[in-house]
């Protein structure tokens, strides 16, 4: 399995400024993914996040509004930019890991925008 | 395109019988099909996998899902259902080969009563 570990857990941001969510795995990872669960709702890909070049984005999700690093294989940061109520969702970091490629999961980030 | 069906919106069931939660899918070539669970206020956990090999599959937890390629389905299931399993549930696909990414069902709350 894999250790995923995000930051914030949880937040209430104000209308209008931007987040940076972050997530460390407990070992490398060539893949690195982020995801959106907005409330009641399933998840979404927002994009896939490439160590060394720039993320490959989801249609309907672009770099201005989620942008993405990738500074090497354990670590990746989301940011949420100029923030709206429609911003409020959880946020997930993802992996590919071990044989057969399975996916996890981190714990998420819990973002409220008032 | 890849698409998930989880038909059920909420699955009611009593402690010590025996749960399904459906799923069915749409891919092109062979996929990779996944189960996640989410407790409330919390990230997704993997539950098990089908890659190839063996159509009953065994996962956390005492779940299991058959894998039907004729009817393309992947159910969900547990000879018996405890209240700790209450919680929402996530089928998802990816193509064999390629991207990693996944495609989500819309979630099944499973709600088991004592």
């Known amino acids: 399995s894999a250790v995923i570990s995000q930051k914030p857990s949880r937040d209430i941001c104000q209308r209008g400024t931007s987040l940076t969510i972050q997530c460390q795995v407990d070992?490398?990872?060539?893949?690195m993914f982020w995801y959106r669960q907005q409330p009641g709702q399933s998840l979404t890909l927002i994009a896939t996040?490439?160590?060394?070049?720039?993320?490959?984005?989801e249609s309907g999700f672009v770099i201005d509004k989620f942008p993405i690093s990738r500074p090497n294989l354990t670590f990746s940061t989301l940011t949420v930019s100029n923030m709206s109520p429609e911003d409020s969702s959880i946020y997930l970091c993802?992996?590919?890991?071990?044989?057969?490629?399975?996916?996890?999961f981190g714990e998420g980030s819990w973002l409220t925008v008032v | 395109a890849q698409s998930v069906a989880q038909p059920e919106d909420q699955v009611n069931v009593a402690e010590g019988n025996p749960l399904t939660v459906k799923c069915t899918y749409s891919?092109?070539?062979?996929?990779?099909l996944f189960w996640y669970v989410q407790y409330p206020n919390r990230g997704l956990q993997f539950l098990l996998k089908?890659?190839?090999?063996?159509?009953l599959v065994k996962g956390s937890y005492g779940f299991e899902a058959e894998f039907n390629k004729s009817q393309t389905s992947f159910h969900l299931k547990k000879p018996s259902a405890l209240v700790s399993d209450s919680a929402l549930y996530f089928c998802?696909?990816?193509?064999?080969?390629?991207?990693?990414?996944?495609?989500f069902g819309t979630g099944t709350r499973l709600l088991v009563s004592p």
């Open positions: 891919v092109s070539g062979n996929p990779y």
């Open positions: 089908y890659i190839t090999g063996d159509n």
């Open positions: 070992s490398q990872v060539t893949m």
């Open positions: 993802s992996v590919v890991k071990g044989s057969g490629n399975t996916i996890y």
């Open positions: 996040a490439n160590q060394g070049s720039e993320a490959t984005y």
């Open positions: 998802a696909v990816r193509p064999y080969t390629g991207f990693q990414k996944l495609v």
